[in-house]
DNA sequence: CCGCCGAATGACAGCGCTATCATTAGTTGA
DNA sequence: TCAACTAATGATAGCGCTGTCATTCGGCGG
């Protein structure tokens, strides 16, 4: 199969418009940009030879020239993870008809490749940055402190925000969830986590702030591990929790994930989710509410999110002053069956 | 809260590099870029020198100048879809420290936003483009005809690919599922289906000549609707299909969500899922394997898809006639619990 | 020992836009 | 009536790279 060469359609640039409607470059660009400043007359004959010829701006000559690209950089630890799957959901549907393109960067949960794609990002002078966490290296946090863009940080809160932030306090939800567990009766809870991230950590700390104030003891009920979440390792870890603590009579997880496969080992166990076993997930995906038991979990606001850190961007790069520059999205604890001890 | 003003850090360009190693630009430039052209010894000083002052390309100059970016443009439907975003985990992972940037596109299933997005992606002279599925619209096929980059289709096979093409074909995948259905004996297979994408609609009748293949009428066994696929329509449509054609023993699914769905819903009408009713799903993401009884699915290929797509890209770029320029990923019947008779 | 050749390097123009300042036209108040 | 403004438009000079030539240089055959 021979590879036919490709011809480059002739570009139409801002001097063929120009040209057209009898005017210069520079009056067409700002009749683009600012429509404002120009007068109504020449406006309308400029968007009309705009059409006629099919006009469409050359990002990399307008960057070049403002030293300000379009591109909106989006830094996320997974792509898969169906979490960072809505917030960036919320994210495009927001940014979709600005002049404005999110640039998605994938880190994997790992630092250096974050400190390589801020750099990545900066150097095409980005309009803004939207970055997940708040545990970013030195370097990164640095790089991040020296951009000339706004920076925001999603998905969590912090003291000390580089610019601006969106979230929640994974703490606070978990010790909602277990505060949830242990007045529904159960005695002995327990947590099991996968893909320890910086998160996960703040929500097994709300699990130790939840039993340590109701005085209970954690014994061997917290299991944790570094492999990535998933629905199988959720029969993992609950075989080894209940190697470890047979006395475990609910269990707060991580996400919904792990959740999911707990109820399906119980299911295949003979355990009776709810009446014998508490159940709790985090997130609130869809399949929580659908599932048979329905699963008991903590809603949060993923798509929200995406949207706010967006609008929050936007509303900078449009020069207003934004008053808040934290914004906690909390988050909503949704009893259901998995945690009704009848 | 006042926005304290941030200074641009001075950007460091190829004149700073080439002034450090005593060269020209056009010689950093080069070594660069086709270090093969420029001696070790010049290379290694302005190597040096590139690190000493952490210069890093700006990409919008280096675009301008070549009239070719380094942007990838990757059009698909939906972002939270997890189908979708597997793709687009084999897609980052396979590009991840190339010299490329994928730049994503959401057509949410709008024929319009991909003419749209065609346009605006080949503004900036794209390196490449991903492209899902082979049922563009006239504009957007004219665009793509005209592009002066390669292009892939994804996600399904056709006859006249616009360039090159991966994915497998959704009619056969559907088809051997059916078999499947028929050959565990089930008599009265069914297909409800969600999002009636045009692959979904493949699917459909690849249901349809396997039912017609073994003598069996179709009836009333056929449930569609155009909303969203969700865990809990798949309860929704069961509802429906039962309540229209009671004689049902056996499912295909347009995809896992909704057999997740079904199995949920069947659970709480006492229907014995296997035995009673056969269930299969499409695409085969984790869940199904883990699920209590485990859910027969047909895997298809998803991340494989996201790096053949790149891959097929990257050896166009590097002026490597590729010898197949559509390459078939197939799919695989995993049976399972879901379709054990007893 | 000279001219020729390829490899290595460099000079220069310009990609398509926008920041900046200059200019012109139109307005206003004393 | 005219200086002093504001609004609208334009001329010019790059932004930081790379394509395209031109130049340099060492090696080598005749």
Same mark, same amino acid.
């Given at each position: 199969m021979t590879q036919a060469p490709r011809k480059s359609p002739p570009r139409v640039t801002l001097e063929d418009v120009a040209r057209r409607a009898q005017t210069s470059t520079i009056t067409v660009s700002r009749a683009l =940009? !600012? @429509?404002?400043?120009?007068s109504e007359k020449l406006r309308e004959r400029i968007a009309k030879a705009v059409t006629e010829l099919g006009y469409v701006p050359d990002p990399a000559a307008s960057a070049l020239a403002s !030293? =300000?690209? $379009?591109v909106i950089g989006v830094l996320i @630890?997974?792509? /898969? $993870?169906s979490v960072f799957a809505e917030v960036l959901s919320g994210l495009y549907d927001t940014i979709a008809g600005k002049p404005f393109n999110a640039q998605l960067g994938n880190t994997r949960y790992a630092p250096e490749t974050e400190d390589e794609l801020i750099r990545v990002f900066l150097s095409q002078r980005p309009a803004g940055l939207v970055v997940t966490g708040?545990?970013?290296s030195p370097v990164s946090r640095a790089l991040l402190a020296a951009a000339d863009c706004p920076v925001v940080q999603i998905m969590e809160l912090g003291e000390t925000p580089t610019d601006m932030m969106v979230g929640f306090s994974h703490r606070d939800a978990a010790r909602t969830a277990t505060d949830h567990l242990i007045e529904r009766g159960y005695k002995f809870p327990a947590f099991i986590g996968a893909r320890m991230d910086p998160r996960s950590e703040r929500r097994l700390q709300g699990f130790r702030d939840a039993i340590a104030a109701a005085d209970i003891a954690e014994g061997d009920r917290v299991v944790t591990t570094p492999t990535p979440s998933s629905v199988t390792l959720g029969e993992t870890l609950l075989a080894e929790l209940l190697a470890q603590a047979?006395? /475990?009579?609910a269990i707060l997880c991580n996400n919904d994930d792990l959740a999911l496969g707990v109820q399906f080992a119980a299911h295949r166990r003979g355990i009776a989710i709810g009446p014998e076993l508490g159940l709790c997930g985090f997130n609130d995906i869809e399949v929580m509410e659908a599932a048979h038991p329905s699963i008991t979990s903590v809603r949060t606001f993923r798509r929200e999110m995406g949207r706010l850190a967006i609008d929050m961007l936007m509303a900078r790069i449009e020069g207003k002053d934004v008053d808040e520059n934290v914004r906690d999205l909390g988050y909503a604890l949704m009893p259901r069956d998995s945690t009704m001890r009848e």
């Open positions: =940009r !600012r @429509p404002g400043m120009v !030293r =300000r690209s $379009n @630890p997974s792509v /898969t $993870n708040i545990d970013q047979p006395e /475990t009579d």
